[in-house]
């Protein structure tokens, strides 16, 4: 009974016994052990869902851009492209956190599975097809400069590099004007693939207008090996020779004269000139035409008006303003429409006029306002003339002595 006791004593002191730290640590053990395991289930709570989106948005959707908007930058991505999908990739790699994937397992080397089968997916097709298969040559149309100095030839090939010769030929009608080979080579990039480019100088076979009553069409053929293409070149950009010309004077007068005996007298005239493509109406603007004008305003004492010589080259008019007696010297001509006004040193009623006290005569009579115009040698040998003509009197006030006299310009002779 007493021993009994004294094992049940005994038993109730050791249970209130601390415990060993060798215990503790094994029994704690055991614990951390499952938090462990939990903490490891937490960091893998990625899904496989998650891992494609990832992929899918890093990777593939900024791959698909640059090939389709490249051709809109302004320098090419694509030819980084492999760079930018190894770069991708790494973002992907780092933001799933799969470290080693032989010691991740789960979606985790799935994923990185899933990594290295797209990277190698967006990085060998193009390259291969760049650089090992060569794929068919076409023909990647015309680029008109500009200035209309020249046109380039663009010819594309959706794989392989190196030279080649394009023989061209360009026919007026059925008049050849330009034979020749020029080589390019497939060293350019855009968003549209691999290709290389030439071009042919429009003073090498410029023969003539397009457009108006004599006008052909200008057709290029480009042979490179076997392959052959022919198109016809823009008429707009190949016509340049001025056919049609027209004068017009605007006469301005006032109130204000120094004669008593006349109440209304000329203050002087604006010129204008019209240079073109001959039309029924008048000439049609020619942006791309190069030509020389000269124009002189006549009566019954000889040149009353002669211009200074005007040249436009592509819009561009220049000539010497005499010291702000004929305008600023410059203007654009040939742009939105035909006419050109010839400046003087005032501006009256909307007009920038020359004044009749800045004339060499200014008798009344007859006047004539000539134009001539002549070609750029590129562009043709042809002179075009033009000319109208004015009558610049007193107006008749049928005998009625008390009536003030009144000068007027009025269009015929």
Known sequence: MSGGLLDRVEDEEEADEPVEAEEVASTDGGFLSREKSGSSDSSSEITMADSLKMIGLVMVLPFFLIMWFDVYFPFSLSSYMWLIVVATAAIVWWQLDIGNPLESGGVKMTSSIIVVIVTFLLILPPLLL???????????????????????????????????????????????????????????????????????????????????????????????????????????????????????????????????????????????????????????????????????????????????????????????????????????????????????????????IILKDDWENSDHGCYTLSVSITQDSFWGSETVTASSEYTFEVEDQQGDENEPDREVWTPGC
């Open 130 to 352: 760049g650089n090992v298969l060569v794929g068919t040559m076409s023909f990647g149309g015309i680029d008109y400069e500009d200035d209309g100095s020249s046109f380039e030839v663009t010819i594309r090939q959706n794989g392989g590099t190196g030279s080649h010769d394009a023989s061209v030929l360009i026919t007026m009608g059925a008049a050849s004007v330009y034979t020749g080979t020029h080589t390019f080579s497939i060293d350019q990039d855009d968003g549209y693939g691999k290709h290389g480019s030439f071009s042919i100088p429009t003073s090498s076979y410029y023969s003539g207008n397009a457009l108006g009553d004599s006008g052909l069409d200008y057709t290029v053929t480009v042979t490179v090996g076997d392959l052959e293409w022919d198109t016809i070149l823009d008429a707009n950009f190949l016509t340049r020779t001025v056919t049609g010309a027209s004068t017009g004077v605007s006469a301005v007068m006032s109130s204000n004269c120094d004669d008593p005996n006349i109440e209304r007298c000329l203050v002087g005239v604006g010129l204008s000139v019209s240079a073109g493509l001959a039309s029924s109406s008048s000439p049609v603007a020619m942006p791309l035409a190069n030509y020389n004008l000269s124009a002189t305003l006549t009566g019954p004492g000889g040149n009353a008006i002669a211009y200074p010589a005007v040249e436009v080259v592509s819009t561009v008019a220049s000539w010497d303003s005499n010291g702000g007696a004929y305008g600023d010297g410059a203007a654009i001509v040939g742009d939105w429409g035909a006419q050109f006004q010839l400046e003087g040193s005032e501006e009256q009623e909307g007009v920038s």
